[in-house]
T-cell receptor, first 112, second 115 residues
Framework: QKEVEQDPGPLSVPEGAIVSLNCTYS??????FMWYRQYSRKGPELLMY????GNKEDGRFTAQVDKSSKYISLFIRDSQPSDSATYLC????????????FGTGTRLQVTL | GAVVSQHPSWVICKSGTSVKIECRSL??????MFWYRQFPKQSLMLMAT?????????EQGVEKDKFLINHASLTLSTLTVTSAHPEDSSFYIC???????????FGPGTRLLVL
């Protein structure tokens, strides 16, 4: 069993839809959670960084963490074609710059 | 957010040559830098972790004599692919950590094609 599970998709939604992306994990040592967006042939771009259970909002993006269920989500409101990319969840335990464990990434396609 | 650059963005070389890729943190000091490799439609695979002034720590299965990593300063790390072969063709991405929360910020990646 992988430490981090993420549905690879692809996920296709119409423009304006609310998108829900999810990851589950098994290692209770993970305390810091990130979502990265990666466009084709580009490096990942940090979207959200959280370390406590609950919600964190930034513009159209909301990150949700439920440590008791070992489940994290990223919601995208009013999705745009420019949101079409691969979304990677990542997490790490405490410790200075410790290694990240990634999900496989979910490919998202937002259609006109 | 913090900015990491990589150079070159694209490189094509002949089999047997060595290729150096630079990774720079532009607006923060990266106490730790990471090197990843990514194959098409796959997630990132960590190759090695390096701390400034120390030898890099390589992941299992990564040949340290083939992938030489130098982290000479808090803003610069280099990856040298020695005697490159076609199977080394891949997308190489670096990241730096050292900003707020010590999270990793990624460079734009370097695409290597070995003929």
């Amino acid at each position: 069993q992988k430490e981090v599970e993420q549905d690879p998709g692809p996920l296709s939604v119409p423009e304006g839809a609310i998108v829900s992306l999810n990851c589950t994990y098994s290692n209770s040592a993970f305390q810091y959670f990130m979502w990265y967006r990666q466009y084709s042939r580009k490096g990942p771009e940090l979207l959200m960084y959280t370390y406590s259970s609950g919600n964190k909002e930034d513009g159209r993006f909301t990150a949700q963490v439920d440590k008791s269920s070992k489940y994290i989500s990223l919601f995208i409101r009013d999705s745009q074609p420019s949101d079409s990319a691969t979304y990677l969840c990542a997490m790490r335990s405490t410790g200075t710059a410790s290694k990240l464990t990634f999900g496989t990434g979910t490919r998202l396609q937002v259609t006109l | 957010g913090a900015v990491v650059s990589q150079h070159p963005s694209w490189v094509i070389c002949k089999s047997g040559t060595s290729v150096k890729i630079e990774c720079r943190s532009l607006d923060f000091q990266a106490t730790t830098m990471f090197w990843y490799r990514q194959f098409p439609k796959q997630s990132l695979m960590l190759m090695a972790t390096s701390n400034e002034g120390s030898k890099a720590t390589y992941e299992q299965g990564v040949e340290k004599d083939k992938f030489l990593i130098n982290h000479a300063s808090l803003t610069l790390s280099t990856l040298t692919v020695t005697s490159a072969h076609p199977e080394d063709s891949s997308f190489y991405i670096c990241s730096g950590a050292g900003g707020v929360g010590e999270t990793q910020y990624f460079g734009p990646g370097t695409r290597l094609l070995v003929l």
